[in-house]
């Protein structure tokens, strides 16, 4: 039987709630954003040393929540042998695509064509290669980074539900990730193809990038946007988004490409910038 939560998650309004909790976070009336800032920090225990502005300076609570660090706060590892994770977070999963399957938690699984929006081809260039699912919890900085270096091809936003995303609803909801809203970013770099899926959550209000800013998120269409050969290109390390509220990057890349750290495993944190797997071909001079 379902727990309560689990029920409460299945009847929720979710994009009617998310919509509510934005409108809150980004008010600029600052004895109300300040409060929730400063509450925020106590309840998450936010390490406010590592931020490059104070509780004051933000514009509103998800200006907080989307804060830059002070400079030298994440070093990168060496890029041209190691991937690099693209946020602070947790592991939640970490293998290989098998059959199409990317393992989500206690048996569930979800494919790779249904978190790509239904993209067979795009989903195929994954088979047999590997995955990595990191959560960004509350306290988390949340902006988002380049795994590898590469150029931008295709984004895909998937409409979709909000679930809330953490390890009980990893392991009582169904195709979690491939479930909820998200925007699929679609790469090609030396390591060939890859993908970086932005996956939303509840009470997130809106998904980021640098090249196209706010995405129109709890919008009934699937939307996807091909990009020119040098439109948009980018180092390992650099930014490529950030969530306003929440939640969950899914890393694909071809097979034959990335051998993830033996001892990465769910559960382990991670911090942007570290080196979370070996690149197996790396070419000269990447």
Known sequence: MASPF?????????????????????SET??????????????YDVDMSEAAR??????SFNDFFTRELKPGMRPLADASTHILSPADGAVSQIGRIEEGRIFQAKGRHFTATQLLGGD?????????????????SPRDYHRVHMPAAGTLTSTTYVPG????????????????????ERLACMFFGPDGNFASV??????????????????????????????QDSEHIFEAGDEMGRFILGSTVVLLFEPGKVEW????????????GQAIGKRLQPKAGA
């Open 161 to 180: 539900e909000l679930f809330s995303v953490n390890q009980v609803t990893a392991e009582n909801v169904d195709g979690l990730f491939a479930r909820n």
């Open 120 to 136: 067979e081809e795009a989903a195929q260039r994954f088979e047999g290669g590997s995955f990595a699912t990191i959560y960004l």
């Open 54 to 59: 104070g509780v004051d300076e933000f514009k």
């Open 30 to 43: 600052p004895w109300l954003k300040n409060l929730l800032i400063r509450r925020f920090i106590e309840a």
């Open 261 to 272: 750290d033996a001892d990465l495993k769910a559960g382990d944190a991670v911090r942007m």
């Open 198 to 227: 932005m996956v939303g959550a509840m009470i997130v209000a809106g998904i980021e990038t640098v090249w196209s800013g706010l995405v129109e998120t709890h919008n009934p269409r699937l939307v996807r946007q091909d990009f």
């Open 6 to 26: 689990i029920w409460l998650q299945h009847a929720l309004p979710h994009h009617a709630v998310s919509r509510g909790a934005g409108k809150i976070a980004s």
